[in-house]
């Protein structure tokens, strides 16, 4: 049976647009219905249609895509007051993956910001009903999360205490399409225009700003453009007039409709979740709906996609096997229950699990909101929500830079790279997801000269950003196999294999290969490489040749855009050392606000530059032999560069820092140099105890002495006042920087959190389980904060959490944090529903450090060369 509606291209005004969506079931003739949403019954009358209304000429913003997710972008811009928005639906709104969506409004998710955007859908879809009156369907329910082992058991009790944290209660369910009808029907109230059957080919660009929308029915100007095409973000992206790297490949997902049972269930009954048996399992009119995230996914639409194949996906039974298996086995009364449908529809996936949020890279006003990973509906609303405000003002109101588009960049567009690796993403969403999982697939796409090299000494390795970095590296003899199977939220494996690494880097000397991180030269004729950084910087850049500065490029509110390294090689020129993943938002950060000025040159040396951390109390020594000048602190003062011979090799930055707090340098060598530069180091440090080392080691090191790291405890919305980062802003000197006026005022004010070191005691490292990070934090008693870092100190020989606290505001207005406040309480820090006491310090433990370091006034070298 077929509806007997007309569909066309036209502008929806808000007074059709209940009637023409008032069946959210519809099908095109001739197709056979598919999805759980399509309903039997006839529309009471038909919307017949003669010419379609014509596009606008003009419009401030163009949303591509008529989903669930583009419809909520389009709401929450109108809210905002934003007027003059188009909404183009290359087919009907909502007939895409929306209609085909289980329905589930899910709040229990890895990270903070992703249960922030659920919780706030499900607010959103709650309410909706009651502002448009539009049935959703809404129905609280609930979740059961099962677990069939302990380590599973584990993982849901740590994300129940972060859920506690975050105030979050329940899961509901809702209908997908009536959903998207209502946020629909709301966005035209507000004056949103939507057209249907109208597809956008291109976007117009001039001088890396969108300027056009380019469609079959004609060209819409415009100053912002929203992809929110879902399945076909990847080449909407691909087609604009400069590509737009949108990472997200599709996946065939299934799941099957019962018929009513004897018993029929309550709408009400809550949502099953077994994902060690990959399942879950909803109420579904009397009967039951069940989907899964199978091992052997099947990667779908390469190319050339279009709404009809989602319309038309076919069943695959023996695909679907192990899932119903494993639902049989959960609910066996099913056996006897008659199956009415298994239904296939594409999801978009993302290399890492995440979705795709934000301005893009080099394009001014194009956004981008899409690959949502199974999780259209339940993110739908928040991400919705967040990405208007982030057009309307700038930035969104909530840290969203896990979800930054610009934390990939055009390496993670190769098709090859996004096919193999969703194929590993869409089975992990419910695999058991330990910390310190790596991705498998790939993998070795950067590489640093050395690698081969490193992966003969033992190397186990990590990926970030593309780029093969070491963990740790197994000594000759270790049992190989136990350490690559190290999967735990206990002590893991690779524990005195660190623990041995930091242990030559605080005694002798040790080599981490850095070569990831990112590198940029800002050079220029005249001072305007000077002027930008003064503008960008919190701290002051206008030092003497030679000089480095640790420094933080900070925003309009004083938060962390970047945290970096700037070194003053010459006179105009400046060498900026960030973290590997900052290399495509570093990037367009320094873009966007760098002048129209053809004499002033920003350029991306990544690649032309290999690091070596020497660290270590020897590490003077190997460097003097290698480049015949003395490297004691007297001639070579911390925080200094200077370009030297290492070997035979010339134009080494040689520079007084290692990022651990520790003694040592960091190398930049031309990579050409690389490998000789590799080799000389390890045969002159033979004699010193030199070993490798990996980035455990370098977590411990840097956690023990309360550094901070970008992307983890530092963020958008935390300011150098709340880290205890004062002393490097530029408050003493007249320059307007960005965040000066934002930081004036929070420094009379007083800061509302607080970053502090917080070091267990009564913790068992043995038997106890450890702390990763995200852990709730409480002061005599009460929840005032999480963590954001931890790791094992191999020198207090405890665990070390970062993270921050805040007092209980007072009449709802924020409590500035005193000495005091975290000098006075008794802290503790809850792993998976047990607290364990905590130290609280708002400085390193550096007398403590003394007492307990057991270093012998005469090593014996032999302990680090393993003999």
Not at 305 to 325: A, K
Request: glycine residues 8%; hydrophobic residues 35%.
């Amino acid at each position: 049976m077929h509806c007997s509606c007309v569909w066309s291209s036209r502008a929806l005004s808000p007074a059709l647009l209940p009637r023409l969506l008032s069946h959210a079931g519809c099908w095109a003739p001739g197709t056979r219905p598919r999805g759980i949403w399509s309903s039997p019954r006839r529309l009471a009358s038909a919307v017949e249609t003669t010419q379609p209304i014509p596009l606008p000429s003009q419009a401030r913003v163009v949303i591509c895509g008529g989903g669930i997710v583009g419809t909520s972008v389009a709401y929450h811009l109108a809210k905002l007051g934003w007027t003059e928005i188009v909404l183009l639906e290359q087919g009907r709104l909502g007939a895409g993956t929306t209609r085909l969506c289980a329905g589930i409004v899910s709040v229990a998710k890895p990270i903070s910001i992703e249960c922030k955007m659920a919780d706030y859908s499900n607010s959103l879809y709650e309410h909706l009903e009651e502002e448009t009156g539009v049935k959703t369907g809404y129905v609280k329910t609930g979740s059961l999360c099962l677990a069939q082992n302990q380590d599973r058991f584990l993982s849901l009790k740590r994300l129940a205490s972060r859920l506690n944290v975050m105030g979050i209660p329940w899961d509901a369910v809702v209908s997908p399409p009536d959903v998207n009808h209502a946020l629909a029907t709301a966005a035209a109230r507000h004056g949103v225009q939507i057209h249907e059957r109208t597809t956008v080919n291109h976007v117009m660009m001039e001088k890396g700003h969108v300027t056009a929308v380019e469609t079959d029915r004609g060209a819409i100007e415009c100053e912002y453009f929203v992809n929110c095409a879902g399945q076909w973000a990847y080449e909407l992206g691909q087609a604009s007039e400069t590509k737009v790297s949108v990472p997200l490949h599709g996946c065939e997902h299934f799941y099957l409709l019962s018929k009513p049972l004897p018993e029929p269930l309550q709408p009400s009954t809550p949502v099953v979740m077994d994902m060690d048996g990959r399942i879950y399992v909803r109420a579904w009119q009397g009967g039951v709906l069940s989907g899964g995230f199978e091992k052997n996914p099947k990667p779908i639409f390469t190319e050339g996609r279009n709404q009809l194949e989602i319309q038309t996906m076919q069943e695959d039974w023996d695909h679907f096997e192990p899932m119903l298996s494993a639902l049989l086995r959960r609910m066996p009364e099913l056996e006897v229950c008659e199956i009415q449908q298994l239904v296939n529809c594409p999801e978009s996936f993302t290399p890492d699990m995440r979705c795709l949020m934000g301005e893009t890279p080099g394009v001014h006003g194009y956004f981008v909101l899409a690959g949502m990973n199974a999780s259209g509906l339940a993110f739908a609303g928040g991400a919705g929500k967040y990405l208007a405000e982030w057009m309307t003002y700038g930035y969104p109101t909530a840290n969203v830079w896990p979800l930054d588009i610009k934390r990939f960049g055009n390496l993670q567009s190769s098709r090859t790279f996004l096919r193999h690796r969703v194929m590993e993403v869409m089975p992990l969403l419910y695999n058991l997801k330990v910390p310190r999982w790596d991705f498998q697939t790939g993998r070795q796409l950067r590489t640093s000269p050395l690698y081969d090299r490193l992966d003969t000494q033992g190397a186990r390795w990590m990926e970030k950003h593309g780029f093969e970095r070491a963990k740790y590296f197994i000594p000759a003899g270790k049992d190989l196999l136990s350490l690559d199977a190290s999967k735990t939220f206990y002590k893991p494996d690779w524990f005195d294999i660190v623990g041995a690494e930091v242990k030559c880097c605080k005694e002798a000397v040790c080599v981490i290969d850095m070569s990831s991180f990112t590198k940029f030269e800002l050079t220029s004729t005249d001072d305007q490489a000077l002027a930008l950084l003064q503008h960008l910087c919190a701290n002051d850049l206008d030092v003497p040749v030679g000089h480095i500065v640790h420094t933080g490029m900070l925003n309009e509110r004083g938060g962390y855009e970047n945290d970096c390294s700037v070194v003053r090689v010459k006179k105009n020129s400046f060498f900026i050392i960030s973290p590997t993943d900052q290399q495509v938002h570093c990037w367009s950060w320094l873009k966007k606000h760098m002048p129209d000025d053809p004499q002033l040159h920003l350029e991306d040396v990544s690649w032309k530059y290999t690091a070596l951390n020497l660290i270590g109390p020897r590490a003077m020594d190997v460097l003097g032999e290698l480049s015949y000048v003395s490297m004691t602190p007297e001639h070579f003062p911390s925080l200094f560069c200077k370009e030297m011979s290492v070997g035979y090799a010339n134009g080494i930055r040689v520079m007084s820092m290692t990022h651990t707090g520790e003694p040592g340098f960091m190398l930049y060598i031309p990579i050409e140099y690389a490998l000789h530069v590799y080799n000389e180091v390890m045969s002159v440090g033979q004699k010193y105890g030199i070993r490798n080392a990996g980035y455990y080691a370098l977590r411990s090191l840097r956690i023990e002495k309360f550094f901070a790291f970008w992307g983890q405890d530092l963020d958008p919305f935390t300011t150098p006042l709340e880290c205890g980062r004062e002393f490097r802003v530029k408050f003493d000197t007249d320059i307007d920087f960005l965040g000066r006026a934002s930081l004036l005022h929070q420094r009379q004010e007083g800061v509302s959190r607080r970053f502090i070191m917080l070091v267990l005691e009564d913790h068992d490292t043995e038997l106890d389980l450890w702390p990763w990070w995200g852990e709730p934090i409480y002061r005599n008693g009460e929840l005032c904060g999480t963590t954001t870092s931890s790791a094992y100190s191999y020198t207090l020989e405890r665990h070390v959490c970062l993270g921050f606290v805040s007092p209980p505001s007072l009449d709802g207005s924020p409590a500035a944090v005193t000495p005091d406040f975290i000098n006075r309480g008794d802290y503790e820090v809850d792993i998976a529903g047990q607290r364990y006491p905590a130290k609280a310090k708002l400085y390193p433990f550096s007398s403590l450090f003394a007492q307990q370091r057991r270093r012998k006034d005469e090593m014996e070298l032999s302990n680090f060369q393993g003999k």
